[in-house]
T-cell receptor, first 113, second 117 residues
Framework: GDSVTQMEGPVTLSEEAFLTINCTYTATGYPSLFWYVQYPGEGLQLLLKATKADDKGSNKGFEATYRKETTSFHLEKGSVQVSDSAVYFCALISNFGNEKLTFGTGTRLTIIP | GAVVSQHPSRVICKSGTSVKIECRSLDFQATTMFWYRQFPKQSLMLMATSNEGSKATYEQGVEKDKFLINHASLTLSTLTVTSAHPEDSSFYIC?????????????FGEGSRLTVL
């Protein structure tokens, strides 16, 4: 079945550090890939997505590139801020039309000033 | 953007009682809503798909008599955990798609943390 494997947290970085959160997946066909973010006290929000190989999703300074050859969708940001502290979830949809997401376990990120 | 709201955000109940969690789409209509469950340090697991006007579709291994889902209107789905036990303690999250197939955006509620004593 479909699965998403995420880098285990928690991750603690200093402000302005470079961030990478690894995500790899197993899926049939050609999945769409997503990163969701959950800020404290709020629901999950879509951060970025990519729907086909070599696509790069980007938003709020975060980027992730859909790598079919390595089945990966790593999240990166060049310079993190305290406001980026949140839980980040990698996810995929493998079957078009049913909109069912398969999630990774989530990675808690804490940025210290 | 679209908003999905869950209530309550936290609930503590005694073993054997039933608990109802509401999921509302505040500014759009949702014919479908999804209910997820998350255990500590684990993925969000899809429990069921709630369909307005028809029965919910449950994922394999999810007891439909234990987790009652009612999609009463285009803006409200409820999850009732019946005869709750401590092992039902978890974080329950709902989501609703705004349409557009797999490329459409899913909006999530804030989640409801259930603790069964």
């Amino acid at each position: 079945g479909d699965s998403v494997t995420q880098m285990e947290g928690p991750v603690t970085l200093s402000e302005e550090a470079f961030l990478t959160i690894n995500c790899t997946y197993t899926a049939t066909g050609y999945p769409s890939l997503f990163w969701y973010v959950q800020y404290p006290g709020e629901g999950l929000q879509l951060l970025l997505k990519a729907t086909k190989a070599d696509d790069k999703g980007s938003n709020k300074g975060f980027e992730a590139t859909y790598r079919k050859e390595t089945t990966s969708f790593h999240l990166e940001k060049g310079s993190v801020q305290v406001s980026d502290s949140a839980v980040y979830f990698c996810a995929l949809i493998s079957n078009f039309g049913n909109e069912k997401l398969t999630f990774g376990t989530g990675t808690r990120l804490t940025i210290i000033p | 953007g679209a908003v999905v709201s869950q209530h309550p955000s936290r609930v503590i109940c005694k073993s054997g009682t039933s608990v109802k969690i509401e999921c509302r789409s505040l500014d759009f209509q949702a014919t479908t809503m999804f209910w997820y469950r998350q255990f500590p340090k684990q993925s969000l697991m899809l429990m069921a798909t709630s369909n307005e006007g028809s029965k919910a579709t449950y994922e394999q291994g999810v007891e439909k008599d234990k987790f009652l889902i009612n999609h009463a209107s285009l803006t409200l789905s409820t999850l009732t955990v019946t005869s709750a036990h401590p092992e039902d303690s978890s974080f329950y999250i709902c989501s609703a798609p705004t349409g557009g197939g797999p490329d459409g955006e899913l909006f999530f509620g804030e989640g409801s943390r259930l603790t069964v004593l």
